[in-house]
């Protein structure tokens, strides 16, 4: 019981510390932000008068904003995997290493720093996206619900993002490699448009991957009422919370011996 109450405190800590650095660098904070509300605002007046809508959505912006959640989240998340490599070329790791601290500290603290510094982004997306026209059809406490479950998914798929810092040998490809993968979940997804207007040999893939999942069950509680994707999504999320929270803990103990 003592060890996990040290595991926590050292998590705790060395989450702190991460934060402090986007506190000191705020231009990370400000381009993160950018992206998204960039994206939002090209996609609801350029492509939103061609987009053909669910019959129970009358307007883009209503379809829209739950799916750049996911999006921005999804991004967000790999934005970890260049500090991580950092922290480990720097010789960072190697310093921790010689401190009486919990093995997994650094690993969790790391996917906590930018699940809070997605959950500000979140913030602000919702604000940019109500003063565009959004609300919660389905009730705000439901919005709230769709908002964590965002949450979950930005924690989640920050543990790939970690295992790829770990892995790449450079920043250079750290980058990269974070960063091209999460395309073709991102915009082979129901993020902007309904899969239904896909071709026929895309639907297959666009309706069952996790970013599609995620989309759908937000935009069901925060405006649709449809959950009915809630269990393949919880099933998705922690498949691949469990096996790549070992694998990031295992390789982040190999690369620091």
Do not use: H
Request: proline share 4%; charged share 10%; net charge positive.
């Amino acid at each position: 019981m003592n060890n996990i109450k040290w595991a926590v405190l050292d998590t705790m800590t060395v989450a702190k510390r991460n934060l402090i650095k986007y506190t000191r660098s705020p231009q990370l904070i400000i381009f993160a932000t950018i992206q998204p509300v960039m994206f939002l605002l090209l996609f609801n007046y350029v492509f939103g008068g061609a987009i053909r809508l669910p019959e129970n959505i009358d307007s883009y912006i209503i379809y829209l904003l739950p799916g750049i959640i996911v999006q921005t989240v999804l991004f967000g998340s790999t934005q970890g995997v260049i500090a991580m490599n950092q922290d480990v070329n720097s010789g960072l790791i190697d310093r921790f290493r010689s401190l009486p601290m919990s093995r997994v500290a650094v690993v969790f603290a790391r996917v906590l720093a930018d699940s809070v510094r997605n959950a500000f982004v979140i913030a602000l997306m919702v604000i940019v996206g109500i003063m565009l026209g959004f609300e919660f059809v389905n009730g705000v406490g439901n919005g709230m619900i769709a908002l964590l479950i965002a949450l979950l998914f930005s924690f989640t798929f920050s543990w790939i993002s970690v295992c790829i810092g770990l892995f790449a040998k450079d920043a250079e490809t750290a980058q990269s490699a974070g960063f091209i993968w999460v395309f073709p979940l991102a915009f082979a997804s129901s993020i902007f448009v309904p899969v239904q207007t896909m071709p026929t040999w895309l639907q297959g893939f666009a309706e069952n991957q996790p970013v599609s999942l995620a989309s759908n069950v937000v935009r069901g509680f925060a405006v649709s009422g449809d959950t009915s994707d809630l269990v393949p999504l919880l099933v998705w999320l922690f498949g691949i919370m469990f096996f790549f929270m070992i694998l990031a803990v295992r390789m982040y103990n190999r690369s620091s011996s």
